[in-house]
């Protein structure tokens, strides 16, 4: 049982109705005991009244039973009784002649009770010797008196079927009791869990221990030490990530730049120029994907990490398109691509990092660019449509199949595998940081049916 509540509720409940059912029984046979007791006394009342009356003279007996001697049986039960008076010897005196005899004899005021079952039908009988009242004679005579068991088992039955009424009540009682109790009780760890659920994702903060209770101070504290260790091992990661990020970048640029020295030099022969070309085009593909992989891992620390977000500022989309139409102008010009630009009269702002808010737009236009078909053209669009600010990338080369739309923003997914210089990292970088600017990417086809549109949304700068 996974509930701690379910589990804190059966130790407490289980054992109540297992006490409860104890009880119950207990009181059961106590019910019996005291209805018993109450129909033999009342048999003994009979009994006594009815041997009262009895008197000898000359060998004959005379008896008169007054209807008291009844009357001690009368209720809504209508029990039957009968009665039987008998010499020692056995002989009826009075009474009914059927109704059993004790299984033993008896001694003079002695009294016997015993089952029996009279006319079909079970009975509680009382005998009763009562000696004769004539000085010098040793004689008694043996009465009975028997009672039908409805009043005895009825009342035996409300009795019980009343204390279980009061049973249940209890239980009812204590298990509402103890929803409320655990629900009051567990409220510190379910308001625990609301606080961590609330956390943004990162948030490597140590929870306030004196404001828990005792019985989570273990608990919260192992937590405090596993932020604590994790934020020493994300810190080492960051670190990592940062000297990586310059040490290669510092290799690429020299081997870029002695590539370059060595493709201007006269002594290169054109077969040695044509090796090096191969060799520089390589190595800044090589370059594109190392920087392309440290800003995904930069994105997805910053995601991880919010503590670590890159300083934001804001950002006049205006400016940056169209310093990125100017650094992707020789790209474009060399596959014979017309690069165009679209904006309102006002500027356009938005907050957020400006290396991010470049590498997004920078791999749009890019992607553009290289999947286009020479001659084409791409435009960059930005509109205001609050709260958003929008930026649409609008091309008219292949386009992409609407089925693989979704697929393209995976890492490392290509259209083409003939193309050796995609990463397959461009669309994947720009949803994560979409995401991250709490922004959202989409492609669609163009209104003219024609190529492909990628549209951007991102917060609105006031």
């Known amino acids: 049982m996974r509930s701690l509540k379910a589990r804190l509720a059966l130790w407490v409940f289980l054992p109540t109705a297992l006490i409860s059912a104890v009880d119950l029984a207990v009181t059961y046979r106590n019910t019996e005991r005291v209805a018993t007791r109450v129909q033999q006394q009342l048999l003994k009342g009979s009994a006594r009244i009815i041997s009262e009356q009895l008197s000898a003279a000359d060998g004959a007996y005379e008896i008169n039973i007054p209807p008291a001697a009844f009357e001690l049986f009368a209720d809504e039960h209508e029990d039957l009784v009968y009665y039987a008076v008998r010499t020692r010897n056995g002989k009826l005196i009075a009474g009914n002649d059927d109704l059993p005899a004790p299984p033993r004899a008896l001694q003079a005021e002695q009294e016997r009770y015993f089952l029996a079952t009279m006319r079909g039908e079970a009975v509680r009988v009382i005998a009763y010797a009562h000696a004769l009242p004539s000085p010098g004679n040793d004689d008694y005579i043996v009465t009975e008196v028997a009672q039908t068991l409805r009043g005895h088992q009825a009342f035996t039955r409300d009795l019980f079927w009343l204390t279980m009424r009061e049973h249940l009540l209890l239980l009812a009682l204590v298990l509402i009791a103890l929803v409320i109790a655990l629900r009051w009780t567990l409220q510190p760890l379910d308001s625990l869990g609301r606080a961590l659920a609330r956390r943004q994702p990162g ?67 054109p077969e040695q120029k044509k090796l090096l070309t191969a060799i520089l085009k390589t190595t800044q593909q090589g370059s594109k994907v190392i920087n392309q992989l440290l800003m995904l891992a930069t994105v997805e620390q910053v995601r991880q990490h919010v503590q670590q977000r890159p300083v934001a500022s804001v950002v006049v989309l205006d400016e940056l398109a169209t310093s990125m139409i100017e650094e992707l102008a020789p790209l474009a010009q060399k596959k014979n691509v017309e690069l165009g630009l679209e904006r309102e009269d006002e500027p356009l702002s938005v907050y957020a990092p400006p290396s991010m808010l470049r590498e997004l737009l920078f791999n749009l236009v890019d992607n553009a660019i290289k999947h286009m078909a020479a001659p084409g053209a791409v435009s960059i669009a930005l509109s205001r449509q609050p709260p958003h600010a929008v930026i649409l990338i609008t091309d008219n080369g292949p386009g992409i199949a609407p089925e693989v739309r979704e697929k393209v923003f995976e890492r490392f997914f290509r259209l083409n595998e003939a193309t050796p210089d995609s990463s397959g990292l461009g669309l994947a970088i720009v949803k994560e940081i979409c995401e991250l600017l709490n922004g959202s990417v989409c492609l669609r086809t163009p209104p003219d049916g024609a190529g492909l549109q990628v549209e951007v949304r991102l917060p609105l700068h006031a």
């Open 203 to 269: 948030a490597l903060v140590k929870l306030d221990i004196d404001t828990m209770p005792q019985e989570l101070a273990p608990l919260v504290g192992a937590m405090n030490d596993y932020v604590t260790r994790l934020d020493r091992t994300l810190t080492s990661y960051e670190h990592f990530i940062a000297n990586t990020a310059h040490h290669l970048r510092t290799s690429f640029a020299i081997l870029i730049s002695q590539l370059n020295f060595g493709m201007r030099s006269a002594a290169v022969d």
